[in-house]
């Protein structure tokens, strides 16, 4: 049973940094896709950035540019770095893992040309979440 546990959440104002950090129980980030998304209470949870595997890294379009997703492999530890934050940017940030072996990468998570990118599916283990509260 993988465990993952997201940290470095907190209250910033517009314009301020985070460096948001998720710890792994066990050696995962050679082989899951891992993701960050994040979701606002009351709708669904957006994906935000991925990293697969092999270093493949893919943005939505409304964070590129200021979300950079980056892991230890040897800390067994993904990050998001929070640039530029924006009011809009407040929300739970979750990290996610889904393992390769679970689907092919014509339907990878972390393919932006998939299909599957930015949705939930495939994504087995999921953090308990860490609160980002931007204020103008």
């Known amino acids: 049973q993988v465990q993952l546990v997201e940290s470095g959440g907190g209250s910033v104002q517009a314009g301020g940094s985070l460096r948001l950090s998720c710890a792994a129980s066990g050696s995962i980030y050679s082989s899951y896709c891992m993701a960050w998304f994040r979701q606002v209470s009351g709708t669904e949870r957006e994906g935000g950035a991925t990293?697969?595997?092999?270093?493949?890294?893919v943005y939505a379009d409304s964070v590129k540019g200021r979300f950079t997703i980056s892991k230890d492999n040897a800390k067994n530890t993904l990050y998001l770095q929070i640039n530029s934050l924006k009011p809009e940017d407040s929300a739970m940030y979750y990290c996610a893992a889904a393992a390769r072996y679970t689907f092919t990468w014509a339907r990878s998570p972390c393919n932006a040309r998939s299909g599957y990118w930015g949705q939930e599916t495939h994504y087995t283990y999921w953090g308990q979440g860490t609160q980002v509260t931007v204020s103008t």
């Open positions: 990293i697969e595997s092999n270093g493949v890294i």
